[in-house]
């Protein structure tokens, strides 16, 4: 996912200085900075569908905060949509997925 082109927006953090409401609108925030620590760290990911749920809260967050019009929203469908593709992909051939 990192490697997508829509993945720009969800790379860190939301910067609370350059948006000021989002922590006031997102109460539950995630980014694929903080995923991938989570990863490495071998402990935070018990299970796949725990990681799952932490992307799937990612654009949520994404469109919770932003209208449909904007570049993040459109970018979290998207990225989305590859994710659910790839997520599916692998549980069918049975293969690590990426």
Known sequence: MHDHPDSW??????????VPDYYDIIKDP???????????SEL???TFDMFVADVRRMFANARTYNSPETIY??????????????????????????
């Open 44 to 46: 935070y990911y018990v």
């Open 30 to 40: 995630i980014d694929l900075k903080t995923m991938s620590k989570r990863v490495e």
């Open 73 to 98: 929203y459109k970018c979290a469908t998207r990225l989305e949509s590859h994710f659910s593709n790839k997520v599916q992909a692998g549980l069918q051939s049975g293969i690590k997925i990426q």
């Open 9 to 18: 927006p969800f790379k860190e953090p939301v910067d609370a200085r350059d």
